[in-house]
């Protein structure tokens, strides 16, 4: 891919201070990730929430999906 097409999406700051945020999360508590419903609901929000899921599981962190 030329370079001046390649983008980064996300900065290494932003990757960091989420990795921090994420590390402060007290493990004994479970974390509410909320997707939009447009009925049904969205299959990206859905994919999205997922995502979240497996790295804040990967962490020791609890969470639950509603939509």
């Excluded at 419903?37 to 299959?43: E, G, Q």
């Excluded at 497996?54 to 969470?63: E, N, T, V």
């Amino acid at each position: 891919m030329p370079e001046k097409l390649q983008k980064q999406l996300i900065s290494d700051d932003e990757v960091r201070q989420v990795l921090e945020k994420i590390n402060s999360l007290p493990k004994d508590k479970r974390v509410a990730l909320v997707v939009h419903k447009n009925p049904p609901p969205d299959p990206d929000a859905l994919a999205s929430a997922l995502a979240w899921q497996m790295a804040l599981d990967d962490r020791g962190i609890k969470s639950d999906i509603f939509s």
